[in-house]
C-alpha cells in the first residue's frame, strides 16, 4: 500500500512539474511573441514616418514647380500687357513678383 501512495504522490509530481514546465514555456513564447509584435509596430511606424516624409517632400516639390510655372506665367502675361520700353517693363515684372512672392 505504501507503494501505491508513494507511486501516486510521484505522479502529482511529475505531473506538477510537466505543468510548471508548460506555463513556463508558455509564458516564454507570450514573451517572444510580445517582443516581436512591438519591433514590428516599431518598424512599421518608422516606415510609415519615412514615407509619410517622403510624400510631404514630393508635394513640396510639386507645389514649387507649380508656383514656379505661375509666376512664369503672370510675367509673361504682364510682358504682354504692359508695352513698355524693356527696362520698364523688367522693374514692373520684377515689382510684381516681389509683391507676389513677398505679400506682406
Known amino acids: ?3 501505491v501512495i508513494a507511486r501516486v504522490m510521484e505522479t502529482e509530481a511529475e505531473a506538477r512539474r510537466i505543468v510548471n514546465e508548460a506555463r513556463a514555456e508558455a ?3 507570450l514573451s517572444a511573441a510580445r517582443d ?4 514590428r509596430s516599431t518598424r512599421i ?3 510609415t514616418q519615412a514615407e509619410a ?3 510631404m517632400e514630393e508635394s513640396v516639390r510639386v507645389a514649387r514647380q507649380k508656383k ?3 509666376l512664369s506665367r ?3 502675361e504682364l510682358e504682354a500687357r504692359l508695352p513698355l520700353d524693356p527696362a520698364a517693363g523688367e522693374s514692373a515684372v520684377a515689382a510684381a513678383l516681389i509683391c507676389v512672392c513677398n505679400p506682406e
Open 1 to 3: 500500500m505504501h507503494e
Open 27 to 29: 509564458d516564454r513564447i
Open 36 to 39: 516581436e509584435a512591438r519591433q
Open 45 to 47: 511606424r518608422k516606415d
Open 53 to 55: 516624409d517622403r510624400l
Open 68 to 70: 514656379q510655372a505661375e
Open 74 to 76: 503672370c510675367a509673361s
